[in-house]
């Protein structure tokens, strides 16, 4: 198959420097924005789009293997109004999305997590429904189809918790418009459907991390001391939200003692990511750089380990 499709319609979001994005340029129009999370198998997002070609969609999604799927189908279709995102959609939502600008979201069978030890992967928590009343517009509305009664229960009460949304009674006799992959497969095995709408009546701050320019400029410095460098393996940081461990170092053989890279994990308020930073000797010092390849938002903490890592490297304690 020829694939020159691929990369037209996903946004690689950690390329990008300005955030919120401005989806009137991606688009080339004004249209309303409709967001689908987890859109799985696309049949949803594709349908939906070849039958509203008046409406913007994007579809946000954690599987790799869902949003390669995904773009062969828009190709096909030959359709210019969705856009496709791998990432987590409670960090997408919040950094990706000015407040006041979706019109509709969509959630189709999203996974429940039914227990304990899981609950922090569940969608709807209370930080994202404050999220959710950032960015959608006034009587914007969140569409969720569930097969499990108590998830739709729980995730009812946590809308009217927040204080900013009117909410539908759960309804049973609800049939989605264009059949999911997972509804098919719960029809199957004769479960019932749970069908909720909360609409947006009211406001919450949002706390962005990412919000505006978002460039990260290299370290320079004169020297490295090479086994202060070496000794950064496991070393912790943490400052307020500001988070980050250096797990392991690695040397370059085919240069050694003259280019390294330190595997880094960090951590901004819950929202974990793992990178590279690149140190490497050039003709007037040395780089302390984010790594292209293994690539990250420069949230607070990768900044700050870029910065820390390069003051550490420069001290001679
Ligand atoms: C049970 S499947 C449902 C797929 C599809 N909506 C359907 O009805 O067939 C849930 C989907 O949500 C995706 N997902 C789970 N957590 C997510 C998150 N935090 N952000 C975006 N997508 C997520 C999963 O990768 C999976 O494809």
């Given at each position: 198959?020829?694939?020159?499709?691929?990369?037209?319609?996903?946004?690689?979001?950690?390329?990008?420097?300005?955030?919120?994005?401005?989806?009137?340029?991606?688009?080339?129009?004004?249209?309303?924005?409709?967001?689908?999370?987890?859109?799985?198998?696309?049949?949803?997002?594709?349908?939906?789009?070849?039958?509203?070609?008046?409406?913007?969609?994007?579809?946000?999604?954690?599987?790799?293997?869902?949003?390669?799927?995904?773009?062969?189908?828009?190709?096909?279709?030959?359709?210019?109004?969705?856009?496709?995102?791998?990432?987590?959609?409670?960090?997408?939502?919040?950094?990706?999305?000015?407040?006041?600008?979706?019109?509709?979201?969509?959630?189709?069978?999203?996974?429940?997590?039914?227990?304990?030890?899981?609950?922090?992967?569940?969608?709807?928590?209370?930080?994202?429904?404050?999220?959710?009343?950032?960015?959608?517009?006034?009587?914007?509305?969140?569409?969720?189809?569930?097969?499990v009664k108590?998830?739709?229960?729980?995730?009812?009460?946590?809308f009217?918790?927040?204080?900013?949304?009117?909410?539908?009674?759960?309804?049973?006799?609800?049939?989605?418009?264009?059949?999911?992959?997972?509804?098919?497969?719960?029809?199957?095995?004769?479960?019932?459907?749970?069908?909720?709408?909360?609409r947006?009546?009211?406001?919450?701050?949002?706390?962005?991390?990412?919000?505006?320019?978002?460039?990260?400029?290299?370290?320079k410095?004169?020297?490295?001391?090479?086994?202060?460098?070496?000794?950064?393996?496991?070393?912790?940081?943490?400052?307020?939200?500001k988070v980050?461990?250096?797990?392991?170092?690695?040397?370059?053989?085919?240069?050694?003692?003259?280019?390294?890279?330190?595997?880094?994990?960090?951590?901004?308020?819950?929202?974990s990511?793992?990178?590279?930073?690149?140190?490497?000797?050039?003709?007037?010092?040395?780089?302390?750089?984010?790594?292209?390849?293994?690539?990250?938002?420069?949230?607070?903490?990768?900044?700050?380990?870029?910065?820390?890592?390069?003051?550490?490297?420069?001290?001679?304690?």
């Amino acid at each position: 198959m020829n694939h020159s499709f691929l990369g037209k319609y996903q946004i690689y979001t950690k390329d990008l420097t300005y955030f919120p994005l401005d989806w009137s340029t991606i688009f080339s129009n004004n249209n309303k924005l409709i967001v689908e999370i987890g859109f799985g198998g696309g049949e949803f997002l594709i349908g939906l789009a070849k039958k509203h070609p008046e409406y913007n969609f994007i579809g946000i999604e954690t599987s790799l293997t869902s949003c390669y799927k995904i773009q062969k189908k828009i190709h096909v279709n030959n359709l210019s109004n969705i856009r496709i995102i791998l990432e987590d959609a409670r960090f997408a939502i919040r950094e990706f999305f000015f407040d006041d600008s979706i019109y509709k979201i969509i959630v189709n069978f999203p996974c429940p997590w039914p227990k304990k030890k899981h609950s922090k992967k569940r969608l709807f928590s209370e930080d994202f429904i404050d999220t959710l009343s950032g960015v959608l517009e006034t009587n914007g509305e969140v569409f969720l189809t569930t097969d499990v009664k108590l998830y739709a229960e729980e995730v009812r009460e946590n809308f009217l918790n927040n204080g900013c949304f009117e909410v539908t009674p759960l309804k049973t006799d609800f049939e989605i418009p264009i059949k999911t992959r997972y509804e098919a497969k719960w029809e199957a095995q004769g479960r019932s459907e749970f069908f909720l709408i909360s609409r947006k009546k009211c406001k919450k701050p949002i706390r962005r991390l990412l919000e505006g320019e978002n460039t990260l400029s290299h370290k320079k410095i004169k020297t490295v001391n090479l086994s202060k460098l070496k000794s950064l393996q496991n070393f912790k940081y943490k400052q307020e939200e500001k988070v980050f461990f250096i797990s392991d170092i690695y040397s370059n053989c085919n240069s050694p003692e003259t280019n390294y890279l330190l595997k880094v994990f960090s951590d901004d308020a819950g929202f974990s990511q793992s990178f590279l930073v690149d140190v490497s000797k050039r003709h007037d010092g040395w780089i302390i750089k984010l790594d292209d390849i293994a690539k990250a938002y420069r949230t607070p903490a990768v900044k700050e380990a870029i910065n820390k890592i390069a003051e550490e490297l420069e001290s001679n304690g």
